[in-house]
């Protein structure tokens, strides 16, 4: 199990890569005439084409669980178990 602060790190680089990506996604939807956008991100400097648009709408949606999956640990919502006693007496 990760620490706290483990967690909060994750936390903030895949918000920092949400974000990047929303920023691509931005500018290869909304201008016609850009056709691919360089970015630097956690893991370098990156190159978005227009036909990579589905590809970065699938890591968008993978960060998005991410984030979530670690809010839920950092506010210290595990998984969570629990028995039943079947037999009764």
């Known amino acids: 199990m990760a620490t706290q602060s483990e967690t909060l790190k994750r936390l903030k680089y895949y918000r920092e890569l949400r974000d990047?990506?929303?920023?691509?996604?931005?500018?290869?939807?909304?201008n016609a005439e850009v056709e691919s956008y360089s970015f630097s991100d956690g893991n370098g400097s990156q190159n978005a084409r227009r036909r990579r648009i589905d590809e970065l709408k699938n890591a968008l949606a993978?960060?998005?669980?991410?984030?979530?999956?670690?809010e839920r640990q950092a506010q210290g919502g595990g998984v969570r178990t629990f028995s039943v006693n079947r037999y009764i007496t």
């Open 20 to 30: 990047s990506t929303l920023i691509v996604l931005k500018e290869l939807t909304n």
């Open 62 to 70: 993978d960060y998005e669980k991410q984030i979530d999956a670690l």
